[in-house]
């Protein structure tokens, strides 16, 4: 499975969490942990290839051995980590699993970047069934 945590969702100070960009699938792993029963962890495999993109995007790859694990994983796509604040988003790359609907994100609050407010607007990004920002 193909797992997605864009910077604009972040709770976590993103560019600098030097934890977060040293070992990303650790902290989807953290994330998959938090939103599987603790029957489905045994379930979880490794975790590779990941990069960030764009300087705030982290995506990377996971290996997920059972369509129910899997299936739980996408139906949590986008929902936030219980301690951490982080999201991520699931999308399947197996043949087999279809994308389902992520919860709601809700909306991002204003942020100064480059001295000007900014607001995202959430548009949906269908490919991945999550949610996009655009600035307005």
């Not at 399947?92 to 279809?98: D, I, K, Q």
Request: glycine content about 8%; aromatic content about 8%; charged content about 20%.
């Amino acid at each position: 499975m193909r797992f997605v945590a864009p910077g604009v969702y972040q709770t976590v100070d993103w560019p600098t969490g030097d934890a977060l960009n040293k070992s990303p699938g650790a902290h989807a792993r953290n994330w998959a942990i938090d939103v599987v029963d603790s029957a489905s962890k045994a379930h979880l495999g490794d975790s590779f290839h990941f990069e960030i993109q764009n300087r705030r995007d982290i995506r990377g790859m996971f290996r997920i051995h059972d369509y129910a694990t899997a299936m739980t994983l996408l139906r949590a796509s986008g929902t936030k980590h219980s301690s951490n604040g982080e999201r991520w988003f699931v999308e399947p790359v197996a043949e087999g699993l279809t994308s389902c609907p992520p919860k709601s994100c809700g909306s991002r609050p204003k942020m100064e970047e480059d001295g000007v407010n900014m607001h995202a607007e959430l548009t949906e990004w269908p490919n991945l069934g999550l949610l996009q920002a655009g600035s307005s």
